[in-house]
């Protein structure tokens, strides 16, 4: 076979595009005769594999979903084979031969990508990127970058997604663009517009008018006309995100929006500003409100008459708390059933979810190419798909890396024939993409790719060309002219410099600024961006690429900082010893300087007041690091610039030049590498949001002088030139960017709108308003942040009925370790407590009272619970010292029974209320001489014994002793643990209850990117009561080995039932809750 890469060879032009690139894996022409039986992610053809499509048809059909290519310009799709998506939750996804699903392909919607599956409570959702914005050409006219601007939701239900894609195929219609009418009518737009250009019209914006000739044609009439959509049909906008105007109509027929009253708008006002829930008059109207783009809108406030509105606002026996939630409670009710909740929750979900990838910040690419064909047609000569989420010297590393191995594997003659080539010189090209016949998902940077774990059903089905990795971050593309001196055969006093900016923002650790702080145990921080500059410029017909790249991120420690007022004060995390921050910060700065080189910091962060404690925390781990590849600059930038004088950073430059000069940047001059970049600053402020822009920006601008000064360009002029404008909006945009991606909703808040009465008015401004700012500034990002965490991955949808039940979500990687931490107290207690040669079957950790012969106790806490082949083992574990403090040995043979069922601790929350979800047992035993009992009191008599009553406390054996009662405080340890003990002494019969702690798998992501999820005995279980299940079948087995059965030995009954919580709970933690739910999800 041929070699690839060769300019003494010449490769068969049908053979071409069977043979590996470098970098790839070899092809192999005799296939083994014993398949292994791989998964299709894991097989691959051996052929340079396709870039992802750009366009692909959609269509309904009875089966399922039908998914096929489309070429642009072409008036057939690509249809050898057919992807067809099964309906309903988890939907299987598959391969068809094309044709033998029978489908309306006339019907079909034509998008512009997909994004991946959403799988919720009662149904799956596929993402498709429905419109775009044209970037633009990075460094080539063929290599065009995309941001996402619409997403739509299709649901895998068959009636729901017709109503979806009938609106898609709508719109493909009225934008009249042949790449993205169905097959019938491309043909016929080619046959009416034979001179049209349309594979040019793949690259306009998804939003941008068609053209359907190269003339202008005006309206015949002179006046604007307002179209509204007629019941049947609508206009699908998805790319408008934003949330409405409290004093816009939201109504969709002229009709309606004269009907509007203020009564209607300040119902809507306070209805979406303090309720989580949808409004009554959507839940309530025979077409339920849903996420398919409902086409006709009821009008809002239909929960609420004016003139109930009037008599609730003049009711002056109310306060105005009282009155607000009136309202509220009328227009907007939380859901009565657990299906309607979960339906309202599901949307609001995916609402979410589309707005984070549609408010900005959203890139990808396909191909250099101009269409699917020239990029297999094309790749033995330019390598043309391309991946954004690597910088230009990363990729000519990796391929440096692969053509020395290959070097390698030669001089030792182990290198397969395919991959052997002619001598080359040391020309490269600029573009050049290492392991380019891999698919685009295979070679890109997994750090900066968002939506791997949405793609991960096409992974695994093997459908490499549908999945189109998504990057979040910046990119702008850009240019302006600078004066230069003409030489040789150079004309015209200027050049055109091509400059742009390139931000990569990593998935890990990913989230908005009060929930994501610091560092977490894989040593990941919070907000870190990889921001890259490329500059190209001509000089004497030779072209010359720079590279430049820059990393921000949080300050590597465990610190958070909560949100609770204007300024929060950053606090190190109590949990965390000094040896668990020096090992998070070494190996985040070894994993930096793996990646890019040597290291210097710069940390802007304020030196003295509330941010000082992180701060200089930071400068003296690094310093007792004292490593050679990292160097820290502390430069407090307030201080520094106080009165806004951003000017003397040039100090800070000053004092960092001689890293500039042995730092460097990446040079490319007429296909030669002329420099590389050695090294890399990290800039950090507190958020590494503001003035670390500023910073960097400067930075930037540093390096590009010393760049442009490399080909004898310098900027000398002292007036303002194209230059400062172009770069200076470049990086302000570049800011902006990182800064709505990172600090949420909490930046961009602003205060009610003032509409409707001036008394209602009044009433808002009485204090509650100025509550409600605070808190919702807090916790209005807490769904948001669940969303996150639930899209990447690293939560199940267990993660929202957490949300709602404590207004805040849990960082996953606390999770996994909590979960870690667990195993080691059981780990712990089975080595201090179990006996020699007693065979363990099985352990738990359980929520109980700390009291045993109780149900609900003033105090909780986690227990450890052992069941060996003879006993059960009862422990008070000690989390923070890592010991047992007491516990209990149940022999198997004295448990009289076990009763299992709902153990619900709180009546606040559904999910509190959910029996499923709160479920417990209780485990009863006699007492009896063969129970033992012990405490950690560091004396040898430390055995309590419960099987006869203890002494009066008033009676003593010293004299000393019964003069005076020793003080609470003084107790010795031994004595306080046996409190505990001590209300069981004598009884007969002991029990003790215990309540499933929350099934919540948290995922975490292998060195590959795959997902795992921690495992133990309960993994299988999907809520706690079918853990409860397998932990008391556990018990009853064991009893059953040693011959302790009997017919009521497990019976069914509630430990704590939903009434009885009712009655335990207080008015004030009712008022509480209420106060809290009302302003914390009021956003």
């Not at 030779?542 to 909560?562: K, M, T």
């Not at 080995?1041 to 009712?1062: K, M, P, T, W, Y």
Request: glycine content about 6%; proline content about 5%.
């Amino acid at each position: 076979m041929k070699r690839l890469f060769s300019k003494t060879f010449r490769a068969n032009p049908l053979a071409s595009s069977v043979v590996p690139a470098v970098g790839a894996s070899p092809a192999t022409t005799n296939p083994p005769v014993h398949h292994t039986g791989l998964r299709p992610k894991d097989t691959l053809p051996p052929v340079p594999h396709p870039c992802p499509y750009e366009y692909i048809s959609v269509v309904a059909t009875e089966e399922g979903l039908l998914l096929r290519p489309r070429q642009s310009g072409q008036s057939q799709d690509l249809a050898e084979e057919e992807v067809k998506v099964g309906w309903g939750k988890g939907g299987k996804v598959e391969t068809v031969i094309g044709g033998t699903v029978e489908a309306d392909w006339e019907e079909s919607a034509v998008v512009y990508g997909i994004i991946g599956f959403l799988e919720l409570y009662s149904a799956s959702y596929l993402l498709v990127i429905s419109s775009r914005n044209v970037v633009g050409a990075f460094l080539d006219p063929r290599h065009t970058v995309y941001s996402v601007k619409g997403v739509t939701a299709i649901p895998l239900v068959e009636d729901r997604a017709r109503t979806v894609l009938l609106a898609l195929a709508s719109r493909n219609q009225n934008d009249r663009r042949t790449s993205l009418l169905p097959t019938a009518l491309a043909r016929r737009e080619a046959a009416a517009e034979p001179g049209e250009d349309v594979a040019a019209a793949g690259t306009e914006d998804a939003d941008a008018e068609g053209k359907r000739s190269l003339h202008v044609k005006f309206a015949d009439q002179h006046e604007v006309k307002v179209v509204s959509p007629r019941p049947d049909q609508g206009f699908d906008l998805p790319e408008d995100r934003s949330p409405p105007s409290p004093s816009s109509s939201t109504a969709s027929t002229p009709s309606s929006i004269q009907s509007i009253t203020n009564t209607d708008t300040v119902v809507k006002t306070l209805a979406e500003r303090l309720s989580f829930w949808t409004r009554i008059s959507k839940r309530n109207s025979r077409q339920a409100f849903t996420i398919d783009h409902a086409l006709v809108e009821q009008p809002d406030g239909a929960g609420l008459d004016p003139d109930e509105l009037e008599t609730l606002v003049r009711d002056e026996t109310k306060d105005p708390e009282e009155v607000i939630e009136s309202i509220v409670s009328s227009a907007a009710p939380p859901p009565q059933t657990t299906a309607e909740k979960h339906s309202e929750l599901e949307d609001k979900i995916v609402r979410e979810c589309v707005r984070e990838y549609t408010r900005g910040g959203m890139y990808f690419a396909y191909t250099f190419g101009d269409n699917l064909l020239a990029c297999m047609r094309d790749v033995t000569h330019h390598l043309l798909w391309t991946d954004i989420t690597r910088s230009l010297q990363h990729k000519h590393e990796l391929l440096a890396r692969a053509q020395a191995q290959d070097v390698l594997k030669q001089t030792l003659h182990i290198l397969e024939e395919t991959r052997r080539q002619s001598p080359t010189d040391d020309k490269v090209d600029v573009l050049v993409e290492p392991a380019a016949a891999l698919p685009l998902w295979r070679r890109v940077d997994r750090r900066f790719w968002w939506n791997e774990w949405l793609s991960k059903p096409l992974i695994d089905a093997g459908l490499h060309p549908f999945v189109l990795p998504i990057m979040q971050g910046f990119f702008q593309v850009s240019a302006f002219r600078i004066l230069r001196e003409p030489v040789a055969s150079e004309e015209g006093d200027s050049v055109v410099v091509e400059y742009n900016v390139i931000s990569r923002r990593s998935r890990d650790r990913a989230g908005l600024r009060y929930q994501r702080r610091g560092i977490d145990d894989d040593a990941n921080v919070a907000n870190f961006v990889e921001t890259e500059t490329v500059m190209r410029v001509e000089r004497e017909g030779i072209s010359n690429v720079f590279s430049h790249v820059q990393v921000r991120g949080s300050i590597p420690l465990y610190w958070n900082q909560q949100g609770m007022a204007l300024k929060p004060a950053p606090q190190l995390s109590p949990e965390r010893t000094h040896d668990q921050n020096l090992h998070a910060i070494q190996q985040h700065l070894n994993k930096v300087v793996t990646d890019y080189g040597p290291l210097t910091i710069i940390n802007l962060a304020e030196q003295h007041g509330k941010e000082a404690q992180v701060t200089n925390a930071y400068g003296d781990y690094v310093k007792e690091l004292d490593t050679d590849d990292i160097r820290y600059y502390a430069y407090d930038f307030h201080a520094e610039t106080k009165g806004m004088k951003y000017e003397k950073i040039s100090n800070l430059i000053e004092t960092v030049e001689r890293v500039f000069e042995s730092q460097g940047y990446f040079w490319i001059s007429n296909n030669h590498i002329m420099s590389q970049q050695k090294g890399v600053f990290r800039v950090n402020c507190i958020d590494s949001l503001d003035r670390t822009n500023v910073v960097e920006s400067a930075f930037a601008r540093h390096v590009l002088n010393r760049q442009l000064g490399a080909v004898a360009l310098l900027n000398q002029e002292e007036r303002r030139t194209e230059m400062d404008t172009v770069f200076n909006d470049v990086w302000a945009n570049n800011g902006d960017a990182i800064s709505r991606a990172y600090a949420g909703t909490s930046a961009l808040k602003g205060d009610f709108t003032r509409t409707g009465k001036r008394d209602l008015a009044g009433l808002l401004n009485d204090g509650v308003n100025s509550l409600s700012r605070m808190y919702t500034s807090t916790f209005a990002d807490w769904f948001s942040q669940a969303v996150i965490d639930f899209m990447l991955g690293n939560r199940t949808t267990s993660v929202f009925a957490e949300f709602l039940l404590k207004l805040q979500s849990t960082d996953p990687r606390d999770l996994i370790r909590i979960t870690k931490i667990r195993a080691d107290a059981i780990a712990t207690c089975v080595s201090r407590v179990l006996p020699e040669g007693e065979r363990l079957l099985s352990g738990w950790t359980l929520f109980a009272p700390e009291e045993l012969n109780t149900k609900v106790g003033d105090k909780f806490e986690e227990k450890v619970m052992l069941l060996s082949a003879k006993a059960l083992y009862i422990i008070s574990y000690d989390y923070t010292l890592e010991k047992v403090k007491m516990y209990t040995r149940v022999p198997l043979g004295d448990i009289a029974g076990i009763t299992k069922g709902a153990y619900i601790l709180s009546p606040l929350e559904e999910a509190s209320r959910d029996p499923l979800q709160n479920a417990g047992f209780v485990v009863s035993w006699h007492n009896t001489q063969a129970q033992d009992t012990r405490v950690t009191s560091y004396s040898i008599r430390n055995s309590l014994d419960l099987s006869t009553p203890p002494t009066s406390p008033t009676t003593a054996t010293s004299p000393r002793l019964s003069l005076t009662a020793p003080r609470k405080s003084t107790l010795p340890l031994s004595r306080i643990l046996s409190d505990a003990a001590a209300p069981v002494a004598g009884q007969e019969t002991i029990f003790a209850a215990f309540k499933a702690l929350p099934v919540d798998p948290a995922r975490s992501r292998r060195e590959n990117g795959s997902f795992i999820q921690s495992q133990d005995e309960l993994s299988n279980a999907k809520n706690c009561k079918e853990a409860v299940d397998m932990i008391v079948e556990a018990i009853r087995q064991a009893c059953h080995d040693i011959g302790n059965e009997h017919r009521d030995f497990i019976s069914e009954g509630d430990v704590v039932s939903l009434a009885e919580a009712q009655r335990m709970t207080s008015v004030y933690a009712k008022m509480e809750y209420g106060v809290k739910r009302l302003l914390w999800l009021g956003s």
